[in-house]
C-alpha cells in the first residue's frame, strides 16, 4: 500500500532538484503499482517551507531582473524564470495532495500527474540551461507562487482558486508572446519546450478548476460567485491582463469567470 500523504511529504521536502524530480517519476510509478492509502493521515501543520536548494537567492519581485529576449543573457534568464516557476509547480502539486487529506482518491491521482509533468518541466528547462553552461539556481527569483500557498494552506476552495486558477493559469496568458519572440529570435529549441510546456499546463489549470468546483459544490457554494469573490479577497488591484480566452476556456474557465477576471 502507497501512504499517499507520507509519500507527498517526502518529495515536498527534497531540496536538490534532481533528486526531487526523480523521487516524483518515481512515485507516479507507484501510483500506477500500487494500492493506494488515504487512511493514514499526517498534520503537515508545521509544515511552512518545502524542500528547495540553496540557490536561487530569493528577492522581492521587483528586484528579479529584467528580461531582454534579444540577447542571449535575456533568454537565458527567461528560461530560468520559468524553471524556478515549474520547480515551484512540483512543490505546489505535492502540498496540494498532503494539504488537503479528505479529498476523493481522483483528486490525489489528478495532482500526482501534475507534480509528474512539472516535473518533466523543470527537468527539459535545466537541461537547456546546461547547453548555455548554467544552472538553475544561477539567477534570483522570487517566491509569490510558495506565499500564495501557504496563504491558502487551509482551504483548498482558496487554494485551487488562487493557485493553479490564478497564479499558474497566467502562464497560458503570457505563453504565446512568449513563443513568438523566442521564435523571432529563432531560438527553436525553446520554442518546443514552451509549446509542450503550455498544452500540459491547460490541463493542470484545468484540475484546478475540476477540483475548485468540486469543493465549492460539497458545501453548496456557487463556484462562480465564489471565484468572484477570492478574486477581491486576494487580488484586489493585482490582477493583470489580457486573458488568453481560448486556453483558459479550455482550463474550465466559464464566460462569467473571465469577465470576473477581467473586472478585478
Ligand atoms: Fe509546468
Given at each position: 500500500?502507497?501512504?499517499?500523504?507520507?509519500?507527498?511529504?517526502?518529495?515536498?521536502?527534497?531540496?536538490?532538484?534532481?533528486?526531487?524530480?526523480?523521487?516524483?517519476?518515481?512515485?507516479?510509478?507507484?501510483?500506477?503499482?500500487?494500492?493506494?492509502?488515504?487512511?493514514?493521515?499526517?498534520?503537515?501543520?508545521?509544515?511552512?517551507?518545502?524542500?528547495?536548494?540553496?540557490?536561487?537567492?530569493?528577492?522581492?519581485?521587483?528586484?528579479?531582473?529584467?528580461?531582454?529576449?534579444?540577447?542571449?543573457?535575456?533568454?537565458?534568464?527567461?528560461?530560468?524564470?520559468?524553471?524556478?516557476?515549474?520547480?515551484?509547480?512540483?512543490?505546489?502539486?505535492?502540498?496540494?495532495?498532503?494539504?488537503?487529506?479528505?479529498?476523493?482518491?481522483?483528486?490525489?491521482?489528478?495532482?500526482?500527474?501534475?507534480?509528474?509533468?512539472?516535473?518533466?518541466?523543470?527537468?527539459?528547462?535545466?537541461?537547456?540551461?546546461?547547453?548555455?553552461?548554467?544552472?538553475?539556481?544561477?539567477?534570483?527569483?522570487?517566491?509569490?507562487?510558495?506565499?500564495?500557498?501557504?496563504?491558502?494552506?487551509?482551504?483548498?476552495?482558496?487554494?485551487?482558486?488562487?493557485?493553479?486558477?490564478?497564479?499558474?493559469?497566467?502562464?497560458?496568458?503570457?505563453?504565446?508572446?512568449?513563443?513568438?519572440?523566442?521564435?523571432?529570435?529563432?531560438?527553436?529549441?525553446?520554442?518546443?519546450?514552451?509549446?509542450?510546456?503550455?498544452?500540459?499546463?491547460?490541463?493542470?489549470?484545468?484540475?484546478?478548476?475540476?477540483?475548485?468546483?468540486?469543493?465549492?459544490?460539497?458545501?453548496?457554494?456557487?463556484?462562480?460567485?465564489?471565484?468572484?469573490?477570492?478574486?477581491?479577497?486576494?487580488?484586489?488591484?493585482?490582477?493583470?491582463?489580457?486573458f488568453?480566452i481560448?486556453?483558459r476556456?479550455?482550463?474550465?474557465f466559464s464566460s462569467?469567470e473571465l469577465q470576473?477576471l477581467q473586472?478585478?
Amino acid at each position: 500500500m502507497l501512504s499517499v500523504f507520507q509519500a507527498a511529504l517526502d518529495c515536498l521536502l527534497i531540496a536538490d532538484p534532481r533528486n526531487k524530480c526523480e523521487s516524483v517519476f518515481a512515485l507516479q510509478q507507484r501510483f500506477h503499482a500500487e494500492k493506494i492509502d488515504l487512511a493514514n493521515t499526517i498534520d503537515v501543520s508545521s509544515i511552512i517551507t518545502p524542500g528547495r536548494p540553496e540557490l536561487p537567492k530569493l528577492v522581492p519581485p521587483q528586484q528579479v531582473p529584467k528580461r531582454k529576449l534579444a540577447t542571449e543573457e535575456g533568454r537565458i534568464a527567461l528560461i530560468h524564470a520559468i524553471a524556478h516557476i515549474e520547480f515551484n509547480a512540483i512543490n505546489l502539486a505535492l502540498d496540494a495532495m498532503l494539504r488537503f487529506q479528505d479529498m476523493p482518491n481522483e483528486y490525489y491521482q489528478d495532482w500526482m500527474r501534475v507534480a509528474f509533468e512539472e516535473a518533466q518541466h523543470f527537468t527539459m528547462l535545466q537541461k537547456r540551461l546546461q547547453q548555455f553552461g548554467y544552472n538553475y539556481g544561477d539567477f534570483d527569483a522570487h517566491n509569490g507562487l510558495w506565499e500564495m500557498a501557504m496563504k491558502t494552506r487551509d482551504s483548498v476552495i482558496a487554494r485551487m482558486a488562487l493557485v493553479p486558477r490564478v497564479l499558474e493559469a497566467r502562464g497560458l496568458d503570457v505563453t504565446p508572446g512568449m513563443i513568438k519572440r523566442l521564435e523571432n529570435c529563432k531560438d527553436f529549441e525553446t520554442v518546443e519546450i514552451l509549446k509542450i510546456i503550455f498544452e500540459q499546463e491547460i490541463g493542470h489549470v484545468a484540475i484546478g478548476s475540476r477540483w475548485f468546483k468540486y469543493a465549492c459544490e460539497r458545501i453548496d457554494l456557487d463556484p462562480e460567485e465564489t471565484f468572484q469573490e477570492l478574486l477581491k479577497k486576494y487580488m484586489s488591484g493585482e490582477l493583470r491582463g489580457p486573458f488568453e480566452i481560448d486556453a483558459r476556456k479550455k482550463a474550465g474557465f466559464s464566460s462569467i469567470e473571465l469577465q470576473a477576471l477581467q473586472n478585478v
